[in-house]
Nanobody, 119 residues
Framework: QVQLVESGGGLVQPGGSLRLSCAAS????????MGWYRQAPGKQRELVAA???????NYADSVKGRFTISRDIAKNTVYLQMNSLQPEDTAVYYC?????????????WGQGTQVTISS
């Protein structure tokens, strides 16, 4: 089991920046991918960015060039730096840890952190 605790959400004006943090604990040695998802009201949860255990990254087209996912292995923490934020980025952001064992996927989720972009 992996426990995830997010922080860093809040209210920011359009064009501003925020950095989200996700601290992992528990069976972190077996995590294959960590990612950030978001869910806006009335919409499905969508992948924003992900980073693999080898450091490879992947981004949604809507955030490429604006968001950066990174990790601090020593702190067991993944970050999402969000720049040039726009109202359409408003959502609850969730941290995810994915473990793949014997071809089965095990997902752990954080509690979510609200990000609101508004003037």
């Amino acid at each position: 089991q992996v426990q995830l605790v997010e922080s860093g959400g809040g209210l920011v004006q359009p064009g501003g920046s925020l950095r989200l943090s996700c601290a992992a604990s528990g069976s972190i040695f077996s995590i294959n991918v960590m990612g950030w998802y978001r869910q806006a009201p009335g919409k499905q949860r969508e992948l924003v960015a992900a980073i693999t255990s080898s450091g490879g990254t992947n981004y949604a087209d809507s955030v490429k060039g604006r968001f950066t996912i990174s990790r601090d292995i020593a702190k067991n923490t993944v970050y999402l730096q969000m720049n040039s934020l726009q109202p359409e980025d408003t959502a609850v952001y969730y941290c995810n840890a994915r473990q793949i064992r014997l071809a089965k996927i095990y997902d752990s989720w954080g509690q979510g952190t609200q990000v609101t972009i508004s003037s």
